[in-house]
């Protein structure tokens, strides 16, 4: 955006803020998109968790007109009082700084012999559409009026906007400085409590330095344009913003993006650093930019069944290792809006008809993983409830008239392969161990071992295979990572609950067979087959090596092995050296490289390996 522009909007808003209280004649109500947050607009506001008065009332003949705002809702409503019959209320809210705005939000006339009014509430913060409003109440009682526009403070637990840069923890540039007429434009941040601010030296008087805010990675900044705009003194040649947060956690709007933008004052030309995340921790910067990309209102990562649950394991690991609750929300959230039926499109491209399964055996497998890592995480005993559900499903497929047992891939029993009962293996040996009693599990977790490891899926040099062909042997076909990654963790757990000394060498053999072996691990770096040359994984591929760390880690926790340790500090090194940009994107090659994709699926493995080597 010019510096004219940024004039130009500055101008506007300007007015539109000066003009809040005026007359403000209603336009016809357009159908405002519903905006859902953890709730969605017309909550009634007996349910608020909080009331305030952040602007002052307005009066319109005698009636008095009042925004009410519950701030740990991040939503509001608007009353009017000593009114007459007809005499009606509404919101206005904004998403451009008071520029334009949906108009008329629930509005409710004054009726009979009541006196007064409110409205229902709605939502200050649009976390589906990465955007932060503004809001006012408006009324009608023979002449219009409309109160000051509210927008609440974004505060990342104690920081604050509008903080003074003299109290950050620290002062790191994380891109480059940009020029202007000898000028230095630079972003700074304090990369622990994650705020940021803009610094322009060698200037003038008049120069200017701002922030620009961004919530959905520089795509667009109408509410977080201009931020903290400082003008140079007179006989000062530098001058620096106040700070900004870059995660709104009461908006529920993570890994914010900000840029430093300046002004030189004699040409009326500016210019911008490149966008920039911060990173607390490496797994913590991660999990924001992960969080980024999770649709809130529908509670999941679109469009990919599966792997939504592998990222939601992904999440809560970080959370378990880290011992930080910010996204404890959004693990309930993901089990509240996806415990149903769903027809085919919906989540998958096969119909989900409830407690997560479908007619492929593995996608309900993953979804089993996540809630008994959610169990582990919060002890919520419905999360561990599930899991013994869908696993229930998955026994149904385990069949002894093939192979000598062994769970089918899908319901049409096709195929017989290593990530399913990679999966239930793991699944029947997790659950004995959480299900206080149990029997049935640990029974069935040692007589799928004794099938797995007679079965033929380990090949003779200790890689597992995807499968078994229609005669019941090795296959051949490709070394997966997150293969040879389930039964690692698998025989390890098993171990756990047994002490069988055997299980743990075989994790032990698979584990040293995937770090020494071209087909897995290459320079010291976990590498998938479609990972080399000019070639891409799909989707699905994308989140294989994540799943690999993730038991490599419990192995090296149960071992000690520093052997393991030095290998998961490898793939964090790689990654944050070779495949991370300025927004802590991680991409699919880990060693970085061309071509490498990035999207949430790649993040969340990543942030596997991120979280796995502490």
């Not at 099938?451 to 380990?458: C, V």
């Not at 200790?462 to 019941?472: E, M």
């Amino acid at each position: 955006m010019s510096v004219r522009t940024h004039r130009i909007l500055g101008t506007l808003l300007a007015v539109a803020l000066a003009l809040a209280g005026a007359l403000a004649l209603p336009v016809p109500a357009r159908a405002a998109t519903a905006v859902c947050a953890l709730a969605c607009d017309t909550l009634d506001p007996s349910k608020a968790r909080q009331e305030t008065f952040p602007v002052p009332d307005r009066t319109v003949n005698g009636r008095v007109l009042r925004l009410h705002v519950s701030e740990p809702d991040d939503m509001a409503w608007a009353s009017i009082d000593n009114g007459t019959r007809g005499d009606a209320v509404w919101l206005d809210r904004s998403w451009d700084r008071g520029a334009t705005w949906d108009g008329l939000l629930g509005k409710a006339s004054v009726p009979g012999t009541w006196t007064g009014t409110r409205t229902l509430m709605y939502n200050v913060t649009d976390p589906v559409g990465h955007r932060r409003g503004w809001i006012r109440a408006c009324g009608d009682a023979a002449a219009v009026t409309c109160t000051d526009w509210f927008r609440p403070q974004v505060c990342d637990g104690p920081s604050c906007d509008g903080a003074d840069p003299g109290t950050a923890a620290g002062d790191d540039r994380p891109v480059p400085a940009t020029t202007l007429y000898g000028r230095t434009i630079s972003l700074h941040m304090d990369q622990r409590d994650g705020m940021a601010w803009g610094v322009v030296e060698n200037g003038g008087a008049g120069d200017e330095i701002w922030l620009d805010r961004s919530w959905d990675e520089g795509a667009d900044w109408p509410e977080g344009s201009s931020l903290g705009r400082t003008s140079v003194a007179s006989g000062a040649v530098s001058a620096r913003t106040a700070m900004f947060a870059t995660r709104d956690p009461r908006g529920l709007l993570y890994g914010g993006a900000v840029r430093a933008c300046g002004r030189e004052a004699a040409h009326q030309q500016g210019s911008c650093t490149a966008w920039a995340r911060p990173a607390p921790t490496r797994a913590r910067a991660a999990a924001d930019a992960l969080m980024a990309s999770y649709q809130l209102n529908e509670g999941w990562w679109r469009s990919s069944w599966w792997n939504s649950a592998v990222a939601l394991t992904a999440l809560i690991d970080f959370g378990r290792s880290s011992g930080r609750h910010d996204y404890d929300w959004a693990v309930a959230r993901t089990f509240e809006q996806n415990d149903g039926v769903f027809p085919a499109g919906g989540r998958s491209s096969d119909p989900v008809e409830g407690h997560f399964v479908s007619r492929a055996i593995d996608d309900a497998g993953w979804w089993a993983v996540a809630w008994v890592a959610a169990y582990d995480s919060t002890h919520e005993q419905r999360y561990l409830d599930e899991a013994v559900t869908i696993t229930d499903y998955i026994q149904q497929y385990w069949d002894t008239g093939t192979c000598g047992g062994g769970v089918w891939w899908d319901r049409e029993r096709t195929y017989k392969n290593a990530v399913t009962n990679g999966l239930y293996l793991w699944l029947t040996t997790a659950l004995h161990r959480r299900v206080a009693g149990d029997t049935l599990w640990g029974g069935r977790a040692v007589t799928a071992a004794n099938w797995y490891l007679n079965s033929g899926l380990i090949g003779s040099t200790g890689l597992v295979n995807d499968g078994l062909t229609g005669s019941c042997a090795n296959n051949g076909q490709t070394v997966w990572s997150y293969n040879q990654g389930l039964a690692i963790g698998a025989f390890t757990e098993l171990w756990r609950s047994t002490g069988g000394s055997r299980y743990l060498d075989t994790a032990r053999r698979l584990a040293d067979a995937a770090l020494s072996s071209p087909r897995l691990t290459r320079d010291g770096v976990l590498t998938e087959s479609c990972d080399t040359g000019g070639g891409s994984c799909d989707d699905n591929q994308k989140q294989f090596k994540g799943v690999f760390v993730r038991h490599l880690a419990d192995l090296a926790d149960a071992t000690g092995s520093s052997v393991y340790r030095a290998y998961l500090t490898r793939q964090a090194d790689a990654i944050w050296s070779g495949d991370r940009d300025s927004l802590n994107r991680l991409g699919e090659r880990w060693a970085g490289g061309s071509p490498n994709v990035t999207d949430w699926r790649t993040q969340a493995s990543a942030l596997e390996a991120l979280t796995a080597a502490g």
